[in-house]
């Protein structure tokens, strides 16, 4: 198993960028693979690829299209409105149905094509949004789905899994890059880069956890 080589799945947004960082920091060489679903906030990967020039990183978009026209959502439609609460008897409409099973599957063969091992995400089950695939036991059963789909040792790696947004700040700052994540990230679902819109949910969980993160460690 090579222990020196990470894939990220990098979206340009706050999450993604600090594992980006923590990978960094781990691995001698890091790839990052962003994806192209044509979402709303599409500019994310005008941020990402600019985070990645910016810093040394190797960077891939790959075109996922398809995703698109199997699940109409709020991040791929414009004629359809981000939840502003997430709702109490399903999943925000901002969810889009097996988003993260199929990056992490496409970023495995990615990967595996590479003889690279770790796969790095940025999901948290700490602040999931109430988004299934966000969750422990989901990164769990894949990666051993995965294993044996392909007949390779895979390892997900998820830094963010048990912490809260204020503390996902804190790990930004404590790996020197709170400036880059604050400044050069896109995390809004209107596709506005820095602080956002400020209406929409990610805005909100952003903005709730950077002030308890200068509240509480600054």
């Given at each position: 198993?090579?222990?020196?080589?990470?894939?990220?799945?990098?979206?340009?947004?706050?999450?993604?960028?600090?594992?980006?960082?923590?990978?960094?920091?781990?691995?001698?060489?890091?790839?990052?693979?962003?994806?192209?679903?044509?979402?709303?906030?599409?500019?994310?990967?005008?941020?990402?690829?600019?985070?990645?020039?910016?810093?040394?990183?190797?960077?891939?978009?790959?075109?996922?299209?398809?995703?698109?026209?199997?699940?109409?959502?709020?991040?791929?439609?414009?004629?359809?409105?981000?939840d502003k609460e997430a709702p109490s008897d399903s999943v925000p409409n901002s969810f889009v149905d097996g988003r993260n099973l199929l990056f992490l599957t496409f970023v495995a063969i990615f990967a595996k094509q590479r003889g690279i091992n770790n796969i790095v995400t940025g999901v948290s089950q700490s602040d999931f949004s109430g988004y299934p695939d966000c969750r422990d036991i989901?990164?769990?059963?894949?990666?051993?789905?995965?294993?044996?789909?392909?007949?390779?040792?895979?390892?997900?790696?998820?830094?963010?899994?048990?912490?809260?947004?204020?503390?996902?700040?804190?790990?930004?700052?404590?790996?020197?890059?709170?400036?880059?994540?604050?400044?050069d990230t896109l995390t809004c679902y209107n596709g506005i880069k820095g602080n956002g819109c400020g209406d929409c949910p990610s805005c909100k969980l952003r903005k709730k956890g950077y002030l308890e993160f200068k509240e509480k460690y600054l």
């Open positions: 198993m090579n222990s020196e080589k990470a894939v990220v799945v990098f979206s340009g947004g706050q999450d993604s960028t600090t594992c980006l960082f923590w990978a960094l920091k781990k691995y001698k060489e890091v790839i990052a693979v962003s994806f192209d679903y044509s979402q709303k906030h599409i500019l994310e990967l005008s941020c990402a690829k600019d985070i990645c020039k910016k810093h040394g990183v190797e960077y891939h978009s790959l075109d996922l299209n398809l995703l698109n026209q199997l699940a109409p959502n709020s991040l791929t439609r414009k004629d359809i409105e981000v989901f990164i769990k059963s894949l990666n051993v789905t995965l294993n044996l789909a392909m007949g390779y040792d895979f390892v997900i790696e998820t830094p963010l899994m048990w912490i809260n947004k204020a503390e996902t700040w804190k790990m930004a700052y404590d790996l020197g890059v709170l400036n880059v994540v604050k400044e």
